[in-house]
């Protein structure tokens, strides 16, 4: 009981805020760290809870973008464009993502990176240009919509995420991830279950690419398909929890905050501290910040106990 | 025909570095299965490390070698004791799993590092047969590549005499057969892993030299390491022999796909191949069920 209360305030507050702190600055790192967290949350579905490590999200990402961008720019409204990104998301899982788990285990993550490398270069080679929002479009454009937008699909994310653990497929998932021939063994479909894990994740993607393509006001085309894409959600899973409901969400406050920090003085640093934490994370803490701090609650109940 | 001649030379050129680029990569993997993808930032590393000892001390980059390639077999033994050593002892796919995220952090320190301490900017070492050409039969063949072909001959041939007529290569043979029965025998599995692995990395220090030979930037490394495993899955997993089949194929299928698609698809065609092998012969082209 007092954990929803603290969940419905936390959400009061996070709709709040804006009204109140009438500040661009806050409410572009907010958009920012809602756009992160969905993304690390998508690569979470897939590599935190089934274990199918995908090195290549920036591919789904990417398309969510594209055709947002596509869309919204031809007249569709944000809110239609949105789902129509996510679910050609899915489409592009269907057609080259499904085959991709013929790859087992390590053969899975770089056959994905493959996979976005080769997306990468056909859009660059394609639509070498930048894309611009045209005037129409441009009135649209008020960074409250797209705070409430990013904010609804963070949050629903979460939520997705939260029941997905709770309910038999997560349960599945993790089995699969944990043992995947004892999961075959016991009778579970793991090549069912990984295509329904993946077809979660790519859908979540795309509408983090959509929020994207809405959020950016102009890029090249080929910006959502960049490999970081698909390395900073790892990144941001693992260093804040990878395979937990509330990992994914912390570490991208963690990414933003530090990238923001650092934007100013020295380019790329926080990829390079992101790089320390994570080797550090993947040797001693493989639950990342949120499995430390089960450790610090557990020392102090036994320390309690006692 | 004077033209595909040309154009297949180049291919036959950039497969024996393709090659190279793989050997390190694919010696670690088949050992210890380790998926070492840090392998193209550690050549990364070595041509830059080549640039500045032909900056500073005025070598010729090919004698650079001599430098170069024990430094990295030192920081291979860093990285081996710091990092890698804990992950000996796990189960097959949780060491493959685990060594590809402990190197893709460092892949990415490596990287980003790099460009922060010497920009992003392109950088090659100059020498007095830069840009030189050899005529043979209407085809225009540079020293340099000429040079990448023979080092990539010698080094593989090199690694491999050392790996099936020497003690320690029969051990490392050995323990890449089956680490615990190596074990049981007596072999210090621990010690045998920690050489091969400082040895592929020293590895990285020849196709580094061929790069600065060449434009190179911190970039590169994801390219390099990418190409490395092209080649890896290609060759079929550990197979040093099929290594430089493996880069060769590359080179030819890049080269004729210039024909066929235009060179700004040129990589795409080795991808392509790659998810192919992968998909319907992941145990390689020419290697064996495992």
Redesign the interface.
């Known amino acids: 009981m007092k954990r929803m209360l603290g969940i419905v305030g936390l959400l009061l507050l996070l709709i709040l805020i804006p009204f109140v702190l009438r500040n661009e600055y806050l409410l572009n790192l907010m958009i920012l760290i809602c756009l992160y967290s969905t993304l690390a949350h998508s690569w979470n579905v897939l590599g935190g809870y089934c274990g199918q490590i995908s090195l290549g999200h920036a591919t789904f990402f990417g398309v969510g973008a594209l055709v947002f961008r596509y869309l919204w720019l031809s007249g569709v409204s944000y809110y239609l464009a949105l789902p129509a990104g996510a679910l050609s998301a899915l489409i592009l899982a269907s057609i080259i993502g499904f085959p991709s788990f013929k790859m087992k285990g390590h053969y899975f993550s770089i056959g994905t990176l493959a996979l976005a490398m080769i997306l990468l270069i056909t859009v660059q080679n394609l639509l070498p240009g930048v894309s611009f929002i045209t005037q129409a479009c441009l009135d649209q454009y008020s960074l409250f919509t797209i705070y409430f937008l990013a904010l609804g699909v963070g949050v629903a994310t979460v939520f997705a995420v939260y029941a997905l653990s709770r309910s038999k497929l997560g349960i599945a998932m993790v089995a699969i991830r944990d043992d995947e021939d004892a999961a075959e063994a016991i009778g579970i479909n793991t090549f069912k279950y990984k295509v329904v894990s993946m077809s979660i994740s790519t859908l979540i993607a795309g509408f983090a690419g959509g929020i994207f393509a809405f959020y950016c006001g102009t890029y090249y085309y080929y910006v959502p398909f960049e490999l970081g894409w698909s390395f900073d959600p790892l990144l941001i899973a693992f260093i804040g929890g990878a395979g937990t409901v509330i990992g994914p969400v912390i570490g991208a406050v963690v990414f933003v905050l530090l990238k923001e920090l650092f934007a100013t003085h020295l380019g790329q640093v926080n990829v390079l501290i992101f790089g320390i934490v994570f080797i550090i994370t993947v040797l001693f803490l493989p639950k990342g910040i949120v499995g430390m701090a089960g450790l610090f609650r557990k020392t102090r109940e036994t320390r309690e106990t006692k | 025909m004077g033209t595909f001649l040309q154009i297949m030379s180049y291919g036959i050129i950039n497969g024996a570095l393709y090659g190279l680029v793989a050997l390190g990569l694919s010696l670690v993997f088949g050992v210890m299965n380790y998926?070492n993808?840090a392998h193209g930032a550690l050549i990364m590393l070595a041509s830059y490390m080549v640039f500045w000892v032909c900056y500073y001390l005025k070598f010729d980059p090919f004698v650079a070698m001599i430098l170069v390639a024990p430094t990295f077999f030192v920081i291979g033994w860093v990285l081996f004791q710091g990092?890698f050593q804990?992950l000996l002892r796990l189960p097959e796919?949780e060491k493959?799993?685990?060594s590809?995220?402990?190197s893709?952090?460092?892949l990415?320190?490596f990287s980003?590092?790099a460009?922060?301490l010497w920009t992003a900017d392109e950088r090659a070492v100059n020498t007095s047969y830069t840009g030189k050409v050899l005529e043979l039969l209407g085809v225009r063949i540079p020293y340099i590549g000429l040079a990448s072909i023979v080092l990539a001959f010698i080094v593989i041939v090199a690694i491999h005499l050392f790996l099936t007529r020497t003690y320690f290569g029969k051990a490392i043979r050995a323990v890449s057969q089956d680490q615990e029965a190596a074990e049981w025998m007596g072999v210090n599995t621990n010690r045998v892993c920690l050489v091969s692995f400082a040895i592929g990395v020293a590895l990285a220090a020849f196709p580094g030299v061929v790069i600065a030979l060449q434009t190179f930037n911190p970039i590169v490394s994801?390219d390099l390491t990418?190409k490395a495993?092209?080649v890896l899955?290609l060759a079929g997993v550990g197979s040093l022999k099929g290594v430089l089949f493996g880069g060769l194929l590359l080179g030819a299928v890049e080269a004729a796909s210039v024909f066929a698609v235009g060179t700004?698809?040129r990589?795409?065609v080795g991808?392509?191949l790659?998810?192919l092998v992968?998909?319907?012969r992941?145990q390689g082209l020419g290697g064996r069920k495992r």
């Open positions: 998926l993808v990092l804990r796919t493959i799993k685990n590809l995220l402990i893709f952090g460092i990415l320190i980003n590092g460009t922060m994801f990418n495993l092209i899955v700004a698809y990589e795409v991808l392509v790659f998810v992968l998909m319907f992941p």
